[in-house]
Structure formats: structure tokens, C-alpha cells
């Protein structure tokens, strides 16, 4: 039988660690258990977070209500398939891998096995991410009220029609590296302009963390923030010209467009 309130993490990499360090603010360790494809790692890991460690995929996902898979998208069928037989009935199985489709897990589980994708991103460690759910076909609100409480220590939880969810994965998903990579860029720039590399990062990640903090407390439309820091023929207002003439606007969006079409042939090509 499942224990109510018991999850087995599948996979304890860059994400389940980032999902497994939050979802530990509010849940019971003595609830978790998590497995690894590298046994050690595992143990390793769950000592790390006073959590038990499986010695197998199936040993983990015998009694848990909840089973998270947060393994590569190309390992995803076989760990689905190697742990069918020992899903308790009822369980509800969570995949955080990008492009998988909650019907090609559902192929691959018992019958009836209430699915539930989630695009979440990295940030998660520090309780500030944002993660996504869609229900597959026998998931409930019910099941999606129960997994948005399970993340509700990772930051914003959302809901969305599965067909969006290669969209999610264009901007939350991915977006961390995109806003990391901004950063490496001012703080190159500070570089160049003569300030120490320590003075230059922390300059440029506070002015990013800052500027996001205030987009999200204001609620102001971004356009009016940005004009609120450009005055008539300042130095900010030539910056984002140069940003616009170098196509910098245009380059965002078809960077995501890449991850949203990349996302969508990542699940085609392992349904086919
Ligand atoms: N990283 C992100 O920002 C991000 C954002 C959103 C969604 N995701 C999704 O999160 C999932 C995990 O990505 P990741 O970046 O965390 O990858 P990762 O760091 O490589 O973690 C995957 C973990 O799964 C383990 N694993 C592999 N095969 C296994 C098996 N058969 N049974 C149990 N564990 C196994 C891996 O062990 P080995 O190293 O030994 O293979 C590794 O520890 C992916 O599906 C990805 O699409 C990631």
C-alpha cells in the first residue's frame, strides 16, 4: 500500500538534487527516498539531505505515493518500463524531463497511472524557481492540487494545457541560462572598463537579480520600467539602440523558438 505522504526521487542529478533540496523545506525527510543510476552517488547524496537512498529504482518506488523521475529524457523510457511493476496502485508518477509527453509514460505504466509533467528550472535550489504542471489523462486537479503542494517549497508553481509546455520550456525552463549568461556578459563589460573581476560579477548579478525582484513587486510592464531609466538623449537610451541595431531582441526570441522547436523533436524522436 502507498504511504500517503511518501516520494521516491528517480535520478539525482542537476535538477532532482534542485527539486529534492527545496521540496525538503516542507516535506519530512524520513518521507524521501531516492535512487541514482550510481548506487554510491545515491547514498552519497541522501546522507547529504538526511533523506534514505534505494539500492535500486524499484526499492524506491515500492510504497511511494508520489514517484519523481528526473532522469535524462532518453533514459526515461526504460526507467519507466523497469519500474512498472512495482508502482503502488494509486501512485502518482511526476516526470520533470523535457519534451516527454505524459502519453508516452502513460505507454509505459500500469494502466490508469495518473501522470503529471512538470517543466520546473534551477533555480529551485534556493526556493526561487518556477515550475509547470500538466495533468496526462488520469491525473485529477486533485493530483495536481497534490503535486503544486509537494513543489511549493521549490517557488511558483503554474498549470498549463500540456501542448504549452515545449513553450515553458523556451522561457522558464531553459531561461536561467540565458539570464547566466547576461551576466557573464555585463561582467565581462565592467571588466573591460577597468573594475576587478569579484567588483564586476557582484555588480552585474545584483543589478539582474534587482531589476527581476522589481519587474515581479512592481508589476510594471517591462517597456515602462526600461523608459523609466532612459532619459532624453542619456547614455541608457544609446545602449539599447546598440542592443537593438545588434539584433540582441531578435536573438532572445529565436533562441527560445530554438528550444521550443528542439523540445517538441526531442519528444518526437523518442515516441518514434
Ligand atoms: N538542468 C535543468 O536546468 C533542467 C531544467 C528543466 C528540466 N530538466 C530535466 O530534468 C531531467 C534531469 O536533468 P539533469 O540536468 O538533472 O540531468 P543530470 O544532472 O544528468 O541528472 C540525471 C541523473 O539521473 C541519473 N540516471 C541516469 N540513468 C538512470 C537510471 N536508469 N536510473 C536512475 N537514475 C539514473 C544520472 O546518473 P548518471 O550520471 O550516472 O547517468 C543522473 O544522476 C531531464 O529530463 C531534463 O530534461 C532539467
Redo the contacts with the bound molecule.
Keep these: 500500500m502507498a504511504n500517503s505522504s511518501s516520494t521516491a526521487f528517480?535520478?539525482?542529478?542537476?535538477?532532482?538534487e534542485a527539486i529534492l533540496t527545496s521540496v525538503l523545506r516542507t516535506v519530512d525527510p524520513q518521507h524521501v527516498r531516492v535512487?541514482?543510476?550510481?548506487v554510491e552517488y545515491a547514498r552519497e547524496r541522501a546522507a547529504a539531505h538526511g533523506v534514505r537512498a534505494a539500492a535500486s529504482?524499484t526499492e524506491a518506488v515500492d510504497g511511494a505515493a508520489v514517484v519523481l523521475l528526473?532522469?535524462?529524457?532518453k533514459?526515461?523510457g526504460?526507467?519507466a518500463e523497469e519500474i512498472a511493476p512495482a508502482i503502488t496502485p494509486g501512485a502518482v508518477v511526476v516526470s520533470?524531463?523535457?519534451g516527454i509527453s505524459t502519453a508516452f509514460l502513460e505507454s509505459r505504466l500500469p494502466a490508469g497511472t495518473p501522470v503529471v509533467r512538470v517543466?520546473?528550472?534551477?533555480p529551485a535550489t534556493i526556493g526561487a524557481g518556477v515550475s509547470v504542471l500538466s495533468a496526462g489523462t488520469h491525473a485529477t486537479p486533485a493530483h495536481l492540487d497534490q503535486i503544486s503542494t509537494l513543489l511549493e517549497g521549490t517557488g511558483a508553481v503554474y498549470r498549463v494545457d500540456e501542448p504549452y509546455q515545449d513553450a515553458v520550456t523556451a522561457i522558464s525552463?531553459s531561461g536561467p541560462a540565458y539570464v547566466f549568461y547576461l551576466i557573464d556578459a555585463l561582467a565581462e563589460a565592467g571588466v573591460l572598463g577597468g573594475l576587478s573581476r569579484d567588483l564586476a560579477r557582484d555588480l552585474a548579478v545584483r543589478t539582474v537579480a534587482g531589476a527581476g525582484a522589481m519587474a515581479q513587486q512592481t508589476g510594471e510592464h517591462p517597456v515602462v520600467l526600461r523608459e523609466r531609466v532612459s532619459s532624453p538623449a542619456g547614455t541608457t537610451v544609446a545602449a539599447l539602440r546598440e542592443l537593438d541595431e545588434r539584433g540582441v531582441r531578435a536573438a532572445v526570441i529565436a533562441a527560445a523558438e530554438t528550444v521550443r522547436t528542439r523540445s517538441i523533436e526531442m519528444g518526437r524522436e523518442l515516441d518514434s
Excluded: Y
Excluded at 119 to 122: A, D, L, Q, V
Design positions: 528517480i535520478g539525482i542529478g542537476v535538477m532532482g535512487a541514482d543510476g550510481r529504482n528526473a532522469v535524462k529524457p533514459d526515461i526504460a526507467v520533470v524531463a523535457a517543466m520546473p528550472n534551477t525552463g
